[in-house]
């Protein structure tokens, strides 16, 4: 039997202690109501996985595709308005 060894080093790298940059957590921020839209229709969407939708199901799932898309339009207005100078 022939043992079969690594030649280089590891290739991953050392885990490190990093923390997110303060920038990274204001954009995180800024994205949270898209995020918290995201996950009550993900939410709603699993509810109707297991079982036949019912119309207050297909209503859920509706305002929360709504809520999504005006949460998607706020994030693109406030990004616009900060890249042509707040003028919005």
Sequence with gaps: MQIIAALQAV???A???IEP????LDAIEHEM????AEVELLDAQIITLD??????DERRVRR??????AARRDLTNRAT????GGAA
């Excluded at 929360?64 to 898309?69: E, H, I, T």
């Design 64 to 69: 929360a595709r709504n809520r999504v898309l």
């Design 81 to 84: 308005a900060v890249q042509s």
């Design 21 to 24: 940059t303060a920038a990274e």
């Design 11 to 13: 290739v991953t790298a």
């Design 33 to 36: 109501p898209l995020i918290r």
């Design 51 to 56: 079982r036949p939708a019912t119309e207050l």
């Design 15 to 17: 885990p490190l202690d």
